[in-house]
T-cell receptor
Framework: GEDVEQSLFLSVREGDSSVINCTYT??????LYWYKQEPGAGLQLLTY?????DMKQDQRLTVLLNKKDKHLSLRIADTQTGDSAIYFC?????????????FGTGTLLAVQP | DADVTQTPRNRITKTGKRIMLECSQT?????MYWYRQDPGLGLRLIYY???????NKGEISDGYSVSRQAQAKFSLSLESAIPNQTALYFC??????????????FGEGSRLTVL
């Protein structure tokens, strides 16, 4: 079945760049996502990338996709304390057979002032 | 008011009790989902429904059942709760026609503790 793996924890200093990594197994994925979960809240979509793209940039966020290695990363430039949250990678075949999202294990990002 | 509302937000119960978690949405979305979140395991899909007459099992449906009473309501039941069902449960909605493909809208979660 599908599997999405992430490291559990990342600690950075305010102002540094953060890089959160994810690996997935389903080669039929059409979209890959990054969701953010702030303390005590549900998840919110942060950004997504279509599977035929290598990179997507959105202000401080850069998503890199290596489809050959099934590796996705999220880079946050100039990390702020407000970026402290759990970040979930997810994949789906949206528009395809199942339209389900499969989430990773989540990475807790702690930003030190 | 939240677009996706879950009740109760917190519940403590005993082994063997029947529990129902309710979810209602005002987004007008056809698709609704139940996930559970466990530390180190991320979110795992329990059940999902693409319309009122459609119910599908997710990765971990054993021990759970669902009911889609209306487009706006999707409830999750634990017929006989056990301690390893202690978790944070999330309801989510989506629509195939959204601008952002695969964007799910989550409720704030229901924390269930089974003693």
């Amino acid at each position: 079945g599908e599997d999405v793996e992430q490291s559990l924890f990342l600690s950075v200093r305010e102002g540094d760049s953060s890089v959160i990594n994810c690996t997935y197994t389903d080669s039929s994925s059409t979209y890959l996502y990054w969701y953010k979960q702030e303390p005590g809240a549900g998840l919110q979509l942060l950004t997504y990338i279509f599977s035929n793209m290598d990179m997507k940039q959105d202000q401080r966020l850069t998503v890199l996709l290596n489809k050959k290695d099934k590796h996705l990363s999220l880079r946050i430039a100039d990390t702020q304390t407000g970026d402290s949250a759990i970040y979930f990678c997810a994949e789906s075949d949206w528009g395809g057979a199942t339209n389900k999202l499969i989430f990773g294990t989540g990475t807790l990002l702690a930003v030190q002032p | 008011d939240a677009d996706v509302t879950q009740t109760p937000r917190n519940r403590i119960t005993k082994t063997g009790k029947r529990i129902m978690l309710e979810c209602s949405q005002t987004k007008g979305h056809d698709r609704m989902y139940w996930y559970r979140q466990d530390p180190g395991l991320g979110l795992r899909l329990i059940y999902y429904s693409f319309d009122v007459k459609d119910i599908n099992k997710g990765e971990i449906s054993d021990g759970y059942s669902v009911s889609r009473q209306a487009q706006a309501k999707f409830s999750l039941s634990l017929e006989s709760a056990i301690p390893n069902q202690t978790a944070l449960y999330f309801c989510a909605t989506s629509d195939l026609g959204t601008d952002l493909p695969g964007e799910l809208f989550f409720g704030e979660g229901s924390r269930l503790t089974v003693l």
